[in-house]
């Protein structure tokens, strides 16, 4: 068996890609089109703080070639973080009981309410055929002394008609006894376990990047992080904490490690989270480089007066 690897970042919006990476003066509406002329694999973070309105997913799908694809990251809601009321829709937010903070208390029927939303949405990416996977990426304080892997059951259950993907972010599920467990209950659930590429450290927030786990023969999930452990764990914003440029040998790893992935599962998703300046881009396409793949050259274009 050897999988189909799709290679992409996480996002295409970044400041730093908007800046370095894509052809100046280029409109905002015009960027997708222009990501997807490089790769055939996004994955959507804006959906992390906001659920998408259906005539933006619209757009997305009509900008996008027909064999496109889109990983879909879930509201926050979901994953264990604190969540500010103001990050729910309109409707949702005058319904939703709150802390001191403003913090939402998330019940039930408010995760249902919302994923009723978000799955609109994700309907019409499955209906354009361009639905990849849904990313749960779990908060640090996800962690094994608090929480037990039985409290993600009805999520999993509500979305049982989708390939959902799970990204831990605390080491503890990883280490020791604990890792076989964690492997076991995502498989049993059909879910698909994210591995990582993450700096050498042992702090909690930080993931083993010697986890190689297939739980999906559908799909393998691969997310970079870069490998700067100060930055990562020390880092005040996104752009500070995943500060890394990949270098070639390290991009040969990557490669290596996705083929590895492309023997147990039809097809690997592989993200480069390392979104400071246009490293991520630049890292993603020296991938597709080293696996072979059809890079299309910059295409031209004229500056816009």
């Not at 894509?22 to 089109?33: D, S």
């Not at 408010?110 to 990426?137: H, P, T, Y």
């Not at 700096?199 to 999906?216: G, I, K, L, Q, Y």
């Not at 696996?291 to 500056?303: C, D, K, S, Y």
């Amino acid at each position: 068996m050897s999988g189909k690897i799709l290679v992409g970042t996480a996002s295409w919006s970044d400041p730093g890609f908007v800046e370095r990476w894509y052809p100046k003066k280029l409109p905002a509406g015009e960027r997708l089109g222009w990501y997807a002329q490089h790769f055939d694999l996004v994955e959507v973070n804006s959906t992390f703080y906001s659920a998408p309105e259906p005539r933006m997913v619209e757009r997305w799908c009509a900008a996008t070639p027909d064999d496109f694809t889109f990983d879909v990251k879930l509201h926050q809601l979901f994953s264990f973080h604190s969540t500010p009321a103001k990050l729910l829709p309109p409707d949702l937010q005058t319904r939703v009981e709150t802390d001191a903070k403003g913090k939402v208390k998330p019940t039930p029927e408010v995760q249902e309410s919302l994923l009723n939303i978000f799955l609109r949405a994700a309907a019409m990416f499955r209906s354009a055929g361009k639905m990849g996977v849904l990313l749960l990426q779990l908060s640090p304080a996800f962690s094994p002394r608090k929480h037990e892997l039985k409290e993600l059951e009805p999520l999993i259950e509500m979305l049982s008609g989708y390939e959902l993907a799970i990204e831990f972010r605390n080491r503890n599920w990883v280490v020791g006894d604990q890792l076989q467990s964690t492997i076991e209950f995502v498989r049993k659930h059909k879910a698909i376990f994210v591995n990582v590429d993450a700096p050498a450290s042992d702090h909690f927030t930080v993931m083993r990047s010697d986890v190689d786990e297939v739980t999906n023969s559908n799909v393998a999930y691969l997310r970079l992080h870069g490998r700067d452990a100060k930055a990562y764990v020390t880092g005040k914003t996104v752009a500070a904490r995943f500060d890394y440029d990949y270098k070639e040998n390290e991009i040969a790893e990557v490669a290596q490690r996705s083929r590895k992935l492309g023997k147990e599962a039809r097809d690997v998703h592989v993200i480069f989270n390392n979104n400071n300046l246009d490293y991520a881009p630049r890292a993603a396409l020296r991938l597709r480089k080293a696996l072979g793949q059809i890079v299309n050259p910059a295409p031209e274009t004229l500056e816009l007066f």
